[in-house]
């Protein structure tokens, strides 16, 4: 294997970021390597928040020229038509998530920067479509929400010199029941390829709240 993540931490715009368990350290040895990475797990192991500091910190070093973070639009108990404001402002409670880690690290002066030069792109999944991204990382989350249809269309906005990280849990899929996870899917197709990482986390690696072990699994016993 070359080219693979030897340091112990990640230097950004404000701190150190540093991987806390083997695991952490296997998924970002993963997205140096590979072209893609899959980071599958449950809530509350890092994956959203390492593959974004790793993504600023190759734009940092000029490895990448842009950072595009996406996330399917899939409704979890409450209407996009019920909610107020227009279209863009009922979508960004979906993105919100991906706003917050981008300020954490980056710090307001940075953020700003970035966001509003479109150096850095949080877009719905489904503005993507369309799009070829040469010298780009990109991120998708919530994977676990995407179709069968919608992670190809994903996967192949991919150009040159880029990188695609696919974060998601297959345990919360929000998917009508019919409808195949396209996370799942590519678990399945895409095991053998070398080009192509996965990283599987459990509870034993969760580094938030510890609390959040006690939860994730009394609502896996329902």
């Given amino acids: 294997m ?11 715009n404000l701190n150190y970021i ?8 296997l998924f970002l040895n993963n997205i140096t390597n590979k072209v893609i990475t899959f980071g599958i797990g449950v809530s509350g192991t890092g994956k959203t928040y390492l593959s974004t500091a790793l993504a600023i910190d190759y734009l940092n070093k000029r490895k990448v020229y842009k950072i ?10 409450e209407k996009l038509g019920y909610l107020p404001g227009n279209f863009n402002q009922k979508i960004d409670p979906y993105l919100c998530p991906i706003y917050d880690i981008l300020f ?3 710090g307001s002066n940075f953020y700003n920067k970035y966001i509003l030069s479109n150096i850095i792109e949080v877009v719905p999944l489904a503005y993507m479509r369309g799009r070829t991204f040469n010298n780009s990382f990109i991120i998708l989350d919530e994977a676990q929400n995407t179709t069968i249809n919608q992670m190809k269309m994903f996967l192949t906005r991919l150009g040159f010199n880029s990188k695609a990280v696919i974060n998601g849990d ?15 899917h590519s678990i399945n197709i895409f095991k053998n390829y070398s080009n192509i990482g996965f990283t599987f986390f459990d509870y034993k690696d969760i580094i938030r709240s510890s609390i959040l072990k006690d939860v994730l699994k009394a609502y896996e016993k329902l």
Avoid at 18 to 25: A, D
Avoid at 68 to 77: D, H, K, S, Y
């Fill in 104 to 106: 954490e690290i980056l």
């Fill in 170 to 184: 297959i345990s919360q899929i929000d998917l009508p029941n019919k409808i195949v996870s396209g996370l799942k």
């Fill in 18 to 25: 540093k991987p806390k368990n083997k695991k952490q350290f």
């Fill in 2 to 12: 070359k080219n693979l993540f030897k340091k112990k931490y990640i230097k950004n």
């Fill in 68 to 77: 595009i973070l996406a996330r399917p639009i899939v409704e979890a108990g």
